[in-house]
């Protein structure tokens, strides 16, 4: 019987939540330092920065590197990277295949649902007819012929590659202009100064969706999903490294996080300050959080985590 990927990462989440009942084992030294990566995503830095307050009050030194996510993935197989917060499904499949054939990962957990992923257009521009993928095309010389996308090397962007190599809604000709996250937002201020047509990469949790008006656009099921893109991010961690860290692992297994949160953090970050300090400020305004997420979890040299964790950030 075959399972799909989403099947397969189902069940390797259920394993691994049995596998994490109760309380975790005390971690050995060689578990101090865990190193993460994130692909410059404002999410995923804000998700990193909640896991390093959290890490480092238990008593670990956690390594954040900044990855375009082709490399995460490929330090994750060769053992560099521990663990990564920002599996989106099924953005990412072909790299979860590729690691899954490698047996190369572990699932931990399922950490935020409700997400999205896809093309959008600002609202001024759905207004004038723009709502769909196919729609795209009878405005090309508005868009200028061209799609933002994000940093070079993600799935996002290789999707809508394969689109316009494809002819796929009549957008043969049309280019994809690469760049960060942040860059590409720049360009949709710009552009909405001017009401100027504009289509771009959105996605949910971020905070563009309160800082714009924007509208996804129907019609890209067979390359982002059906609705809008819709999606699930996930924890993985590199084969091994749960079974000889248990402790930490079982923090990453109780890490889940909602739309609003992120939306919260992300805002911050994008506003100016850094990630540890939203982070901080964050968890002291939201002590509900840290019971269910440290249920189990002890410092690294076997102390209560909670109390740790409320010591650090000052409740």
């Not at 307050?53 to 197989?77: F, H, N, R, W």
């Not at 699932?107 to 992923?117: D, E, M, S, T």
């Not at 280019?175 to 949709?188: I, P, R, T, Y």
Request: proline fraction near 4%; include cysteine.
């Amino acid at each position: 019987m075959r399972i799909s990927v989403m099947g397969r990462l189902a069940v390797g989440a259920l394993l691994s939540a049995l596998s994490f009942a109760g309380a975790a084992k005390a971690d050995g030294d060689s578990c101090r330092t865990i190193h993460l990566s994130d692909p410059g995503w404002t999410d995923i830095t804000s998700t990193n920065g909640v896991t390093g307050v959290l890490l480092t009050a238990l008593g670990y030194d956690p390594d954040i590197k900044t990855l375009s996510v082709p490399i995460g993935y490929q330090s994750m197989k060769t053992g560099e990277i521990d663990v990564f917060l920002g599996n989106w499904m099924p953005a990412q499949k072909a790299f979860v295949d590729d690691l899954n054939k490698a047996k190369a990962i572990e699932v931990l957990n399922r950490n935020l649902q409700g997400a999205k992923f896809t093309l959008a257009v600002p609202a001024y521009v759905a207004d004038k007819g723009v709502k769909d993928f196919a729609d795209l095309q009878k405005h090309a010389d508005d868009f200028d012929h061209k799609i933002y996308g994000i940093e070079p090397g993600a799935p996002a962007n290789g999707n809508i590659q394969k689109m316009i190599d494809a002819n796929d809604f009549g957008l043969k000709g049309w280019e994809l202009v690469e760049s960060s996250e942040q860059a590409m937002l720049s360009q949709v201020e710009r552009a909405g100064k001017g009401k100027q047509a504009i289509v771009f990469l959105a996605w949910a949790p971020h905070p563009m969706n309160e800082r714009f008006q924007i509208a996804y656009l129907a019609g890209g099921d067979a390359y982002f999903g059906p609705d809008y893109g819709g999606a699930e991010v996930y924890t993985l961690a590199r084969t091994g490294w749960s079974a000889a860290c248990p402790n930490a692992a079982k923090l990453f297994h109780n890490l889940t996080f909602n739309i609003g949160m992120e939306n919260s953090l992300m805002g911050s970050i994008l506003g100016g300050e850094d990630a540890k300090t939203a982070a901080t400020a964050w968890l002291k305004a939201h002590p509900e959080a840290l019971t269910p997420w440290l249920a189990g979890v002890t410092t690294i040299d076997g102390k209560p985590g909670i109390d740790a964790v409320k010591a650090a950030v000052g409740l």
